[in-house]
């Protein structure tokens, strides 16, 4: 059965690899796809004959929010390391659906399954930072190996119940055979509007937990997370690294 481009193009794209791809221009101003800067382009009927399926990138639903909302209230300040941890789970799934043989080539393919929404922006790459902060909370660390580390996690700064709901949502998000959700910039929107509409100035407060503040020791943590999280938020202020 032959598969033929929607009347309406989507504007960005995922493909069986979770690729991402975007619209562009070609020399002769028709609509193409490119993976990135100075890469090549190709139609979407190219893509659907040699990369499908595809699935259009589209808006976050608003039971996801309702939902991803309700789960930041019920954390209090376990929010950010709950959903950090959340994060880390669905790209260890990732990596471990790969099944690639080499480790690396199996980080790639979860880095890519995160980040296909909007590969290469800045927020992609913070979201990938989470991740590995969210590694951290997730294994225990005086366990002998990998996976003995995560068997016995996660850090107590992690509310474990709302870490796995959440991460069932995200886990939808990318792995949706009808759509894909973007998760970095999604994400920082809806924590910068919890944030900002349930506390006011005291919004990064109220979710991050004693060690995620700006007088805290860890400043690696802090800054990728607040930078990430709540840099929509009407109060955010630049660490100023």
């Known amino acids: 059965m032959t598969t033929h481009a929607p009347a309406s193009l989507p504007s960005r794209i995922v493909d069986r690899d979770n690729q991402g791809w975007y619209t562009t221009a070609d020399a002769n101003g028709n609509v193409v796809y490119s993976s990135g800067r100075a890469s090549p382009t190709c139609d979407y009927d190219t893509l659907q004959a040699t990369r499908s399926p595809l699935r ?21 300040r376990r929010a950010i390391t709950t959903l950090a941890a959340a994060l880390e789970v669905v790209h260890h799934r990732a990596r471990e659906h790969g099944w690639h043989e080499r480790p690396a080539e199996s980080a790639d393919y979860g880095d890519a399954t995160m980040t296909a929404g909007r590969s290469g922006s800045w927020e992609s790459a913070l979201l990938l930072d989470v991740i590995h902060f969210g590694n951290g909370l997730n294994l225990i660390s005086d366990a002998p190996d990998s996976e003995e580390h995560r068997a016995s996690g996660p850090n107590r700064r992690v509310s474990v119940p709302h870490r796995d709901q959440l991460a069932e949502v995200f886990q939808r998000w990318v792995s949706d055979p009808q759509r894909y959700t973007e998760v970095a910039e999604t994400l920082a929107s809806i924590v910068s509007e919890f944030c900002d509409s349930r506390h006011g100035a005291d919004g990064w407060r109220a979710v991050a937990d004693q060690w995620l503040q700006p007088t ?19 109060f955010y202020d630049d660490p100023g690294l």
């Open 56 to 76: 259009p990138v589209l808006p976050v639903t608003d039971d996801d929010v309702d939902r991803i909302t309700e789960l930041l209230a019920a954390s209090g």
């Open 216 to 234: 805290s020791l860890d400043r690696n943590g802090f800054t990728i997370t607040y930078r990430l999280f709540y840099s929509r938020s009407q």
